[in-house]
């Protein structure tokens, strides 16, 4: 046995670092193994690099699959607030946009991986980095965890290298899930779950962007609007987002499409989803036909290129001019209004498919909520047993809120295990 520990977290995540931090703070002996080259690698790629890393309005209805009840229960251990008291202590400051979304105010990710490393070296934790966690099981005194030495990704050579036991009184899985594998997502965490008795449910992507076969959107690839959206599948009730929306030559992405995501591969399976978007969400279609009349009549006899300028994204008047079957460099044909106003408030496109957990920023599935303690994270299958973050099939919306989930359980998880 290598080393022995009070308590060993597996991952240097965003759950993971907030767990050892606690834990630390607490008094707690505390091992840290991560596989990447160097702690919160996802962190560092959150919020194109400037980490979204909580919101200002966190309530239980914003997770999913219905984990409200669950999600209540764990922010009355431990309340919204007290995870903003816990980056505040830790010496963070943020600023807020209009959305509610909470940002380091030096917008570098790197900033709050630093502080809770920062943190964790002050309080004498231990981290390991380029270290697999192999295995966990049962011990007299606690856990049993091997481990072996791992090369950094972008090295061809894949071998595992030596191979190390670790003893633990309590252990916290805070591996993370499968999406952005070319950063460090793994199932691995979840086959460590299996393998102590849990169940896991299916695994898929979350927050993912959405693709479509429309011949329209490679001439609208990088164009972003603000846009209310409706998905609507081929069987049940259509779901509703607000926000930005980023066109791609693939399809759509964004945060209104990303939060639509789960609801878009869940219809998938019952047939056709099309996805509708209104570019003029602040006015109905008679009130936006009655203005763009008084445009046309303004701009009589010039182009359709003159009429539209100004009004949106010249690439997405160019799309809806295609739509409409009408002449970018003639005058607009009778009509136009109407038609325009119509196309404008529902600009739809047919959904084929997400882009996967390659480019998903949430897994969807894995360990039952039911099988861990809400005030704790500690499972109730193996005590002294942790689980944190991506390994629970709890995802929440997109705008901070998986992140939250993450410091939360972390935290709580952290307190608990150095407590015994």
């Given at each position: 046995?290598?080393?022995?520990?009070?308590?060993?977290?597996?991952g240097?995540?965003?759950?993971?670092?907030?767990?050892?931090?606690?834990?630390?703070?607490?008094?707690?002996?505390?091992?840290?193994?991560?596989?990447?080259?160097?702690?919160?690698?996802?962190?560092?790629?959150?919020?194109?690099?400037?980490?979204?890393?909580?919101?200002?309005?966190?309530?239980?209805?914003?997770?999913?699959?219905?984990?409200?009840?669950?999600?209540?229960?764990?922010?009355?251990?431990?309340?919204?607030?007290?995870v903003?008291?816990?980056?505040?202590?830790?010496?963070?400051?943020?600023?807020?946009?209009?959305?509610?979304?909470?940002?380091?105010?030096?917008?570098?990710?790197?900033?709050?991986?630093?502080?809770?490393?920062?943190?964790?070296?002050?309080?004498?934790?231990?981290?390991?980095?380029?270290?697999?966690?192999?295995?966990?099981?049962?011990?007299?005194?606690?856990?049993?965890?091997?481990?072996?030495?791992?090369?950094?990704?972008?090295?061809?050579?894949?071998?595992?290298?030596?191979?190390?036991?670790f003893?633990?009184?309590?252990?916290?899985?805070?591996?993370?899930?499968?999406?952005?594998?070319?950063?460090?997502?793994?199932?691995?965490?979840?086959?460590?779950?299996?393998s102590?008795?849990?169940?896991?449910?299916?695994?898929?992507?979350?927050?993912?962007?959405?693709?479509?076969?429309?011949?329209?959107?490679?001439?609208?690839?990088?164009?972003?609007?603000?846009?209310?959206?409706?998905?609507?599948?081929?069987?049940?009730?259509?779901?509703?987002?607000?926000?930005?929306?980023?066109?791609?030559?693939?399809?759509?992405?964004?945060?209104?499409?990303?939060?639509?995501?789960?609801?878009?591969?869940?219809?998938?399976?019952?047939?056709?989803?099309?996805?509708?978007?209104?570019?003029?969400?602040?006015?109905?279609?008679?009130?936006?036909?009655?203005?763009?009349?008084?445009?046309?009549?303004?701009?009589?006899?010039?182009?359709?290129?003159?009429?539209?300028?100004?009004?949106?994204?010249?690439?997405?008047?160019?799309?809806?001019?295609?739509?409409?079957?009408?002449?970018?460099?003639?005058?607009?044909?009778?009509?136009?209004?109407?038609?325009?106003a119509?196309?404008?408030?529902?600009?739809?496109?047919?959904?084929?498919?997400?882009?996967?957990?390659?480019e998903?920023?949430?897994?969807?599935?894995?360990?039952?909520?039911?099988?861990?303690?809400?005030?704790?994270?500690?499972?109730?299958?193996?005590?002294?047993?942790?689980v944190?973050?991506?390994?629970?099939?709890?995802?929440?919306?997109?705008g901070?809120?998986?992140?939250h989930?993450?410091?939360?359980?972390?935290?709580?998880?952290?307190?608990?295990?150095?407590?015994?």
């Amino acid at each position: 046995m290598n080393g022995t520990y009070d308590v060993i977290v597996i991952g240097a995540g965003a759950s993971g670092l907030a767990a050892a931090v606690e834990a630390a703070r607490a008094g707690a002996s505390v091992l840290v193994l991560e596989k990447n080259h160097v702690p919160g690698r996802k962190i560092l790629s959150t919020g194109a690099g400037k980490c979204n890393f909580t919101n200002s309005v966190v309530t239980p209805d914003r997770y999913h699959p219905p984990a409200a009840a669950f999600m209540k229960k764990a922010f009355a251990a431990l309340p919204p607030r007290g995870v903003l008291e816990f980056f505040r202590e830790l010496g963070l400051l943020w600023t807020e946009d209009a959305r509610g979304r909470l940002f380091p105010r030096s917008m570098k990710a790197q900033d709050v991986v630093s502080v809770l490393a920062n943190e964790l070296a002050f309080r004498g934790g231990t981290l390991r980095t380029l270290t697999e966690a192999l295995s966990v099981s049962r011990a007299r005194a606690g856990f049993a965890v091997e481990a072996c030495a791992v090369s950094p990704q972008w090295e061809k050579r894949k071998a595992k290298g030596e191979r190390t036991a670790f003893g633990a009184a309590r252990v916290v899985l805070a591996a993370g899930g499968a999406c952005y594998p070319q950063i460090g997502g793994t199932t691995a965490g979840y086959s460590l779950l299996r393998s102590l008795g849990h169940s896991v449910s299916q695994l898929h992507p979350a927050i993912v962007p959405l693709r479509s076969d429309d011949p329209l959107l490679k001439d609208l690839d990088g164009v972003r609007a603000d846009a209310s959206l409706e998905l609507r599948p081929a069987r049940g009730r259509p779901s509703r987002s607000a926000g930005e929306l980023l066109f791609a030559s693939y399809g759509l992405s964004g945060p209104a499409a990303l939060d639509l995501s789960r609801a878009a591969l869940s219809a998938l399976g019952d047939g056709p989803v099309a996805l509708s978007a209104d570019l003029f969400p602040e006015t109905d279609a008679p009130a936006l036909a009655a203005s763009l009349e008084e445009r046309l009549r303004r701009f009589s006899g010039r182009s359709f290129r003159h009429f539209a300028c100004g009004l949106l994204n010249e690439k997405l008047m160019k799309a809806a001019a295609v739509r409409l079957r009408a002449d970018w460099s003639a005058p607009p044909p009778a009509g136009t209004p109407a038609a325009l106003a119509a196309l404008l408030k529902d600009l739809s496109f047919n959904i084929t498919g997400t882009r996967g957990f390659d480019e998903a920023m949430v897994t969807a599935g894995g360990c039952p909520p039911a099988e861990v303690h809400p005030a704790s994270f500690q499972s109730r299958i193996v005590p002294g047993l942790y689980v944190t973050g991506e390994l629970l099939d709890i995802d929440g919306d997109s705008g901070g809120f998986n992140l939250h989930l993450a410091w939360t359980s972390g935290i709580l998880a952290g307190r608990s295990a150095a407590a015994g």
